[in-house]
């Protein structure tokens, strides 16, 4: 049957010589397999529906019991233009879309988690949002069932900790900007991670070179002024 759903494409891999395979999150069908045939032939019209972290509605073709979808047509929504004209955005934008990618099953539908990614996504279009990953990863956790909000580390104030689980976005980009107190929560959020499943977050990386970059441009700043 032909399904239309909201939906943010989480990643995508060449399959045979001309087709993509991309992992949607969808509202209504949660995460699904969808295959594109033909998108990387030149003047391919539906190309864009692959690239990750772009906000659409899906039109797919979906039978019952299939493992892959096909699809077939569709609208963007929105493509985040500022994140991905901004290097570290998009690493933070990979990051939130890896994130869901490894803690969440195969079509079982999560509205909530849906509107967690959606709202991430759009802080870090608006505005430089710092605390977008740290927020992002704890509300994911807790959403899955096994949240750290009883966990606070001791670098970060209990009153941070509790914004970072439940302020509105736009509160949380007024916050004032602590590195050390960001390292501490993402460390955790990391360590849990990894404790839960086999596979590491790849884009994790980037984002720990992205802040090794930042205190060296930081230190080169102080010695200059």
């Known amino acids: 049957m032909i399904v239309v759903t909201d939906g943010i494409t989480l990643s995508r ?3 045979r010589e001309y087709d993509r395979l991309a992992m949607v999150f969808t509202r209504d069908f949660g995460r699904l397999r969808v295959r594109y045939i033909g998108v990387d032939r030149p003047k391919a019209k539906l190309r864009a529906f692959t690239e990750p972290f772009v906000r659409a509605i899906f039109r797919l073709y979906l039978r019952a019991g299939a493992e892959v979808a096909t699809g077939v047509g569709g609208a963007i929504e929105c493509v985040y233009p500022a994140v991905r004209a901004d290097l570290h955005s998009t690493h933070e934008a990979f990051y939130c879309c890896e994130l869901v990618l490894r803690l969440t099953p195969e079509q079982q539908p999560s509205p909530e988690k849906f509107d967690l990614l959606a709202g991430a996504l759009g802080a870090l279009e608006d ?3 710092r605390w977008v990953t740290l ?3 704890l509300r994911l956790l807790e959403d899955a069932g096994f949240g750290l909000r009883d966990a606070c580390p001791a670098e970060v ?3 941070l900790w509790t914004d970072l689980h439940e302020a509105e976005w736009s509160s949380l980009r007024l916050l004032p900007f602590d590195a050390a107190r960001q390292r501490a929560g993402a460390s955790l959020v990391s360590r849990h991670i990894r404790g839960r499943i086999d596979i590491g977050i790849e884009s994790e990386r980037f984002l720990i ?3 090794g970059r930042q205190t060296q441009d930081a230190g080169r700043e102080t010695i200059l002024s």
Do not use: L, T, W, Y
């Open 157 to 159: 104030p209990q009153a």
């Open 13 to 15: 891999r060449k399959f």
């Open 209 to 211: 070179d992205d802040a």
């Open 127 to 129: 505005a430089e949002h």
């Open 135 to 137: 927020a992002f990863g």
